[in-house]
């Protein structure tokens, strides 16, 4: 027997009933023959972290704070990490695929653009001026990415589990509780990373927002300070462990009310104070909407200076306006201030 067999012997007798199992995958795209020791979403979760360069530009790309001059402040990376870590943890108390669940959770951020969410949304409008019927969110270009533009074109080809639990990740700016209340991806992991995704943010937004002296810890709401404790790992612990008590042996995920008010409470806290806050968020996420906004106008009235890989398919404004999405969306927070200067700074001023 293989190694892989073995392990999709113990699989099968040990996870539990609602967990995805390896030798029940509905497989790739393209057929492949199996590893001999790996299961398939271990070979998910080894491409992306081997092959992916979307990946490892995550290292490179904002989580909340652009161009911090610190460097102890979360990346699109550590971030991905930390949604991995929580992932694992919720799915091992439940019983679920560990490997799966990695897969996913590495995966789910790698379409994510430069300067995080203000990026994002600066991307959404300016791809709409071209193409209205289109537009651009994080987690169908997460896919994108990994069907399409990773591997000179010819994509990852994952698992169907690992490419649903990317695309499905998102919650937006939704309550937890209509998360939970959705429809299901295919898979219990999915859901996982759904919410291991918000309790990791939430928490390390947080943590970055005192780091940075724009809250402090007496001023988060104290109905949340009390249901879910004074710390990051306490807070991070109490969720943890309320979905695994209240979901083992579920063919859901469920939260008791109290914890995702609370958790929903500290998500509008962070918008309000943190993310779109007047003072400092919306001077910096204007300055993002001109740069990418710029960015993008350019290339499309300069495709030929796109690199050859981001070629349009044909020479229609959507054809053009697609492969330019996808160039800004690929580019780390570096890269596009540097073809910002590149473009638009005169020279001798730098």
């Known amino acids: 027997m293989l190694i892989r067999e073995r392990i999709e012997e113990l699989e099968r007798q040990t996870l539990s009933r609602y967990a995805a199992l390896s030798a029940q995958s509905r497989g790739r ?18 491409r992306i972290i081997h092959t992916c360069k979307a990946f490892r530009r995550l290292s490179q790309k904002t989580q909340v704070f652009i161009a911090p001059e610190q460097d102890h402040y ?34 789910h951020d790698v379409g994510h653009t430069p300067f995080g969410h203000a990026g994002e949304w ?36 994952l698992t169907f589990e690992t490419r649903d639990g990317i695309l499905n990740h998102t ?29 990791a943010y939430v928490n390390h937004d947080i943590d970055d927002a005192i780091r940075a002296e724009l809250l402090t810890q007496e001023d988060l709401p ?8 004074e710390t990051h790992s306490r807070r991070i ?16 995920l469920f939260m008791r009310p109290q914890i995702v ?28 909407r001109a740069l990418i906004g710029h960015l993008f106008s350019y290339y499309m009235e300069h495709p030929a200076e796109l690199p050859a890989s981001f070629s ?24 596009a201030r540097n073809a910002y200067v590149d473009l638009f700074v005169p020279r001798g001023f730098r």
Not at 222 to 229: H, K, T
Not at 237 to 252: F, K, L, Y
Request: with cysteine; proline share 3%.
């Open 29 to 46: 795209a393209r057929a492949e023959e199996d590893d001999p020791v790996r299961t398939c979403y271990q070979r998910d979760r080894d």
């Open 171 to 199: 919650k937006g700016e939704r309550d937890t509780a209509q998360a939970l209340e959705d429809d299901l991806p295919s898979t219990l992991e999915a859901m996982v990373i759904r919410l291991a995704d918000r309790i």
């Open 222 to 229: 104290a109905d949340c300070r009390r249901v879910l404790g």
């Open 312 to 335: 349009p398919a044909d020479d229609s404004e959507k054809a053009t306006a697609r492969s330019v999405c996808d160039y800004i969306a690929g580019m780390t927070d570096r890269f």
């Open 74 to 107: 979360r990346t699109r990376l550590t971030h991905t990490l930390e949604v991995a870590q929580i992932g694992r943890t919720i799915a091992k108390g439940l019983r679920l695929n560990e490997e799966l669940t990695e897969a996913i959770a590495l995966g």
């Open 237 to 252: 612990g109490t969720m943890v462990e309320d979905i695994i008590e209240r979901s083992a042996e579920q063919p859901r």
């Open 261 to 288: 008010q609370a958790l929903d409470d500290l998500k509008d806290f962070l918008f309000e104070r943190v993310y779109t806050d007047e003072v400092r968020a919306k001077p910096e996420n204007e300055r993002v």
């Open 122 to 157: 600066a991307l959404d409008e300016a791809y709409r001026r071209y193409d209205a019927e289109a537009g651009f969110a994080h987690h169908e270009h997460s896919l994108r990415v990994v069907d399409v533009l990773e591997n000179e074109g010819t994509g990852l080809n």
